[in-house]
């Protein structure tokens, strides 16, 4: 006795998968283009802020403690004002990033260098 092939008959999933897919990519789209505006915007205040070091103030220095500060760190700003920017192994500090002031680190050009969402979904489309 063979097994004989069995007729596979499209219920619909593949368009509503199809459908879900295209969703996904616009909200994908439109994420990314959210990203990329609010990205630019704090890297016109970096460069603003490097540009002016001359008229460098507590402030001042404290947004860019808080842009370079690295994603384990815990930025906390307390009632009065005042940061601490706490490092992933419970140590406190002023901030700074990873073992300097921070001043010479400057954002990434490219705010979707840790991307692969387009390739993912293409490695999804050819499935």
């Not at 097994?3 to 199809?18: E, R």
């Not at 008229?55 to 403690?65: F, Q, V």
Request: net charge negative.
């Amino acid at each position: 006795m063979s097994a004989k092939p069995v007729a596979h008959k499209d219920t619909g999933d593949t368009s509503k998968l199809q459908s879900e897919l295209q969703d996904l990519r616009m909200n994908m789209d439109t994420v990314e283009k959210e990203r990329d505006f609010y990205f630019g915007k704090l890297r016109d205040i970096e460069m603003l802020l490097q540009a002016n070091e001359s008229k460098k103030t507590p402030l001042t220095e404290n947004i860019l403690k808080i842009l370079y500060a690295s994603e384990e760190e815990k930025v906390l700003i307390d009632e009065g004002g005042n940061l601490t920017i706490t490092s992933a192994n419970g140590g406190a500090g002023t901030g700074g990033g990873a073992g300097g002031t921070g001043h010479e680190q400057m954002l990434s050009e490219d705010p979707a260098a840790a991307g692969g969402d387009e390739e993912m979904l293409e490695a999804c489309d050819d499935q």
